[in-house]
């Protein structure tokens, strides 16, 4: 049996991975936030920046499944009759439409609707863990850490959007958590590239506060070699 400890190179060091306590988690890839007419848009953003995203955590999702890694699944969004939606949340930014108002892709950020799907070429495989939040980290009023805890997982791949709102909420969560993070480069994406750099630095800098930063070609030739063998 080959050892699946497996050394990533990542910043501010390698980080090591034992693939059994290891999990991928890609964050809130939902056409609301990545196609136009949903949440992302109604914001006032340009939705496009989050397609680069998507190639490369499609390759870290191939990866991942390769190697046999724990793949989960986030989604930001909120019960039909919006009883789980906070009413600062509903009104902040003023929009219209807003939170629950339809829009091309149906009801915004409403679960069952188009928009809050996860975007087809990303879509979960069967068996997959799927992570209904309401807010922005996935830890909070979710079974996520549950799930993680019975599944001996101590170390977290973090993918998706966007880099500094849903991704560094759920990194600081998890890390208070006790899990370990390594955060994908360029498997997340942010509406603001300056926010999205400085989103990835402060994840590294003071020796990891928060964890450790890699990119997808470094951590797919790493799992490859699980794969290979
Ligand atoms: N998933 C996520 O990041 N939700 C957001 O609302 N992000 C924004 O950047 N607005």
Not at 150 to 178: F, P, S, W, Y
Request: with cysteine; proline share 7%.
């Amino acid at each position: 049996m080959h050892d699946m400890n497996l050394s990533v190179a990542a910043d501010p060091y390698p980080v090591t991975l034992d693939l059994p306590h290891a999990a991928l988690i890609v964050i809130d890839m939902q056409r609301d936030f990545v196609e136009p007419g949903g949440f992302g848009a109604a914001l006032g953003n340009d939705v496009t920046r989050l397609q680069a995203a998507i190639d490369p955590i499609a390759a870290v999702l191939a990866a991942a499944r390769a190697a046999g890694l724990l793949v989960i699944h986030t989604r930001e969004g909120h019960r039909p009759d919006l009883t789980d939606l906070p009413p600062t949340k509903k009104a902040r930014g003023r929009l219209d439409p807003g939170i629950g108002d339809p829009g091309p892709m149906g009801r915004i950020l409403v679960r069952g609707e188009a928009g809050h799907e996860i975007v087809p070429v990303l879509a979960p495989l069967a068996g997959e863990p799927v992570i209904d939040k309401p807010g922005k980290g996935a830890f909070y009023a979710t079974d996520l850490e549950t799930i993680l805890r019975q599944r001996a997982i101590a170390k977290l791949i973090l993918c998706g959007v966007t880099t500094e709102v849903c991704v560094h909420t759920t990194l600081r969560e998890a890390n208070d958590r006790g899990f370990e993070c390594l955060v994908v480069s360029d498997g997340t994406a942010s509406y603001f590239p300056e926010f999205h750099a400085c989103a990835l630095a402060m994840v590294k800098a003071q020796g990891g506060i928060f964890g450790f930063v890699t990119d997808s070609a470094t951590l797919i030739r790493t799992l490859e070699k699980v794969i290979r063998t």
